[in-house]
């Protein structure tokens, strides 16, 4: 398993993505879109998930594809940012045909960033605006860190961000990650700058600090920010052809990457969610082997895209928390 050349979901051909965000508000839109549309499916482990059109991407409902999934800031009011991006996608004649209408399929999902010293106080919500603006901006290139939906993000102790991994493996797939980190749990170990996802780096990607010589006493931890307040949502990527059932056991496997670099993650309070897309341009070699792999390399993919958006969190007026380069070495 080696980096892709962007080390971004993006080295998936075809996939591409969008950031969008308000300083002031301390909120934003991120955007993942295709040249065509793609198959997706999701996961919910948290107890606290924001969602939209969640429930078309299960094996058994009648729309196969998707057209754009939509990571979000603004907890529920976020979701319209869903509307922004159906309107772009309308307007450029995308959309999932019912006689002569189209109707863009957009899946969404929110973080809550509601508190996080932002200006909340708007006439209209902006999220809208901020959906269709994160579409128009969709490239292969694109910034993580204090960027799109990761703008207000925060963790249990540093400031979160949108993160984002990929790996080439052996059988010739591509595998990417996206995440937005706004967990309660902690990216590092204790009052460390060693990430608890050291073990999946590659080529010392967030620090090359690898694990910390020891570890902190076994504790029970107390929940930092209240019920709502969390959430850390992904999406996992591949170009090798899964349909929506093997999408949601990839899903399903990449919650584990969730797991190893936040602590501790699917609380009641988190809204801890992954989607799972294929643009299924690469036949799988093994019916088996292969998806057990790709399962494998999504939880490593996105455990790395966690750690790479705390990582590249960069301070902004109005912190409420400190960002990994902060911390002492």
Known sequence: MTPAPRNLVTDIPGLRVGNAADPRLKSGVTVLTADAPFAAAVHVMGGAPGTRETDLLAPDKLVSQVDALVLSGGSAFGLAACDGVMAGLAAAGRGFAVDSARVPIVPGAIVFD???????DWAENPYPALGQEALAK??????IGTAGA?????????KGGLGSASARLSNGATVGALVVVNALGQATVGGTRNFWAAPWELDGEY???????????TDEPAPVKRLGEATTIAIVATDAALDKAGLQRLAIAAHDGMARALVPSHTPFDGDLVFAVSTGARPLADPVAD???LGHAAATCLSRAIARGVHAA????????PCWSNLRA
């Open 291 to 293: 998806p057990f792999l």
């Open 207 to 217: 620090g090359g600090l690898g694990l910390p010589p020891a570890f902190p006493a």
């Open 138 to 143: 969709a490239a292969a290139d694109f910034a």
């Open 114 to 120: 509601l508190l996080n010293g932002g200006d909340k």
């Open 150 to 158: 990761g703008t207000g993000a925060s963790t249990g102790n540093l």
């Open 314 to 321: 960069t301070p902004a007026p109005g912190d409420l928390q």
